[in-house]
């Protein structure tokens, strides 16, 4: 069933036509709607996005913690279409050990996107083709955007000096 | 010395394949025992890669066989730092992001934060911004223009146009204080009042822009060592550029119309006249090109808009959100009483995310901001273009020279702060 905020936007009714039920939530933002979707179908969603819909370009891919809340991470999708000058934003809710289908299969450029949400949030992207991390060195332990991660670092702080 | 994927860092010679020396002068060459692919390192401290950027190439002779850009050597932690900061303690952060195009990076954070709050700003103001964010934009390009020009060779550019910058610099200071970190944009308005005789100087300092675009042109599209350097070379097909999520420049150079001023007005933008440059040549000349006539574009936009400003006030009318004027605080209690608030306590932005997107020099600078309803953002995710950019490296380098791999980077004028954040 579709979300009553978002009952007349084209691309949830194309959406839900093609996938009934991969559209569990939705709220309308300052900027226009936001499609929470079922975190099983975001690659066809994504597929379906891209190749029939025409959003061409995904803009970026992030993460937010909500820590203590459960679910505890939201993953956003920015999308664009250049063919019909639109924008959509589309999250994701995962549970804390949860792990998500990496969209690289679709938009190449959602590589680095997700390295970069796995890298500071931990968040896992299975069959992504290089999961590693991009900003913090290789050998770094902890995910620094995480709300439990200090601001100063729990490691190497001028605080211990 | 071998890095985590088992690269040698040095250099390492692999007796694999048998290299044929072929020297279109004729000459020749001692042929070396064994034929070589190379692992080379290139940064981070290349002075092409204007910053820390680390790009790991594979080479058999000058060919490229393979490029693997490595970034987070300037990662900062601005991202994290914003959720512990106020809302408005965060615009002096978003300066430090692009370095070069700070007044864009503070409009595209004042817009998101003006659309949670739903204030709207005066017309003065709005047309301020759009003048300010086009000499930025200006400015931009012609740190672009020197240091690329200087990369493939050519000097005296470089002089030319920093000298014209610092010009801009001196508008800047003039208004904010500062010359580059200015933090002059900000949720409301604007954070000072424009100086006396912004009008006169800006009037002076476009005339002179004006001549100056001409001029940097015409000393470098008619030479025919630039052309050489640059024609043909960084091409990457529009769908590869698109999927990888290039915008900006890069992608109008492929003849693709794309800019959000005209395609999602923000500001006062709907008000100006004036086109977006494309080339369908998606070469480094072409994004040349594409550039210098953005260059003419804002031009033309801040003469715009020193006809028509508007007059009133340069910030919005919502006293518990910007600071009051410093003479009311002495006089009147309610100012005092909103200024204490605002610095103690800073001000509560209402719960919900939003994105909101301006086109800096580069492409698509987009903030999207979660508010969990207190005074500081809850999540503050920067869409940075150069990010976007960066992530075709790899692809366009494949198959070209060594050579030519300075002309593609610098084509793509990434700037490293705002790639890692």
Known sequence: MLPESVAENSTALAINHQMPGAIVDAVNAADGPVLYIDPVQIVPVCRFLKDTVGFEQVIGITGVDWWPRAPRFEVVYLLRSYRHNQRLRMSVRLGEREEIDSVTSVWLGANWYEREAFDLFGIVFRNHPNLERIMMPADWEGHPLRKDYPVHGHKYSYRDE | ?421
């Open chain 2, 1 to 421: 010395m071998k890095d985590r994927e088992g690269y040698t860092h040095v250099a390492s010679l692999d007796a694999e394949h048998e290299l044929a020396v072929e020297d279109p002068s004729g000459l020749e060459y001692p042929k070396p025992a064994t034929a070589r692919r190379m692992i080379l390192n290139m940064g981070p401290q290349h002075p092409s890669t204007h910053g820390v950027l680390r790009v790991v190439l594979e080479l058999d002779g000058e060919t490229i066989l393979s490029a693997r850009p490595e970034i987070g050597y300037l990662h900062t932690g601005i991202e994290k730092q914003c959720e512990h900061e106020k809302y408005q303690q965060v615009v002096p952060l978003t300066d430090r992001v692009d370095y070069l195009s700070n007044l864009n990076n503070n409009q595209a954070y004042a817009l998101a934060v003006e659309k949670l709050l739903k204030l709207e700003i005066p017309a003065f103001a709005a047309w301020q911004r759009v003048m300010l964010c086009e000499l930025q934009r200006i400015s931009s390009h012609l740190v672009w223009l020197g240091t690329h020009a200087l990369d493939i060779g050519a000097m005296s550019v470089y002089f030319y146009c920093f000298r014209e910058r610092e010009d801009i610099l001196k508008l800047f200071e003039m208004y904010s204080g500062q010359r580059m970190m200015t933090s002059y944009i900000r949720p409301g308005g604007l954070a000072l009042e424009p100086p006396r005789g912004w009008h006169k100087v800006t009037s002076r300092l476009v005339e002179r822009l004006a001549r100056g675009v001409d001029e940097y042109q015409n000393l470098l599209m008619t030479n025919p060592l630039w052309c050489q350097r640059t024609q043909g070379v960084g091409g990457l097909d529009l769908d590869t550029l698109v999927e990888l999520g290039v915008t900006g420049p890069m992608l109008r150079a492929a003849g693709m119309k794309v800019d959000a001023r005209k395609d999602q007005p923000y500001g006062a933008y709907p008000e100006f006249d004036f086109d977006i440059p494309t080339r369908t040549t998606n070469d480094v000349y072409g994004r040349f090109e594409v550039r210098m006539d953005e260059m003419r574009q804002s031009i033309k936009i801040v003469r715009q808009a020193l006809e028509g400003m508007p007059s009133g006030p340069w910030q919005a009318d919502a006293p518990n959100i910007l600071l009051p004027d410093r003479e009311k605080m002495k006089t009147q209690m309610e100012a005092l009483i909103y200024h204490f608030k605002i610095v103690t306590e800073g001000y509560r932005v209402p719960e919900g995310s939003v994105y909101a997107v301006v086109e800096s020099p580069r492409g698509e600078l987009g903030y999207y901001i979660v508010s969990d309803g207190t005074a500081k953002p809850h999540r503050v995710f920067m869409r940075t273009p150069s990010f976007g950019n960066l992530q075709s490296l790899g692809a366009m380098l494949e198959g070209v020279l060594i050579a030519d791999s300075i002309a593609a980077m610098g084509s793509m004028d990434f700037v490293l702060g705002d790639v890692d954040r």
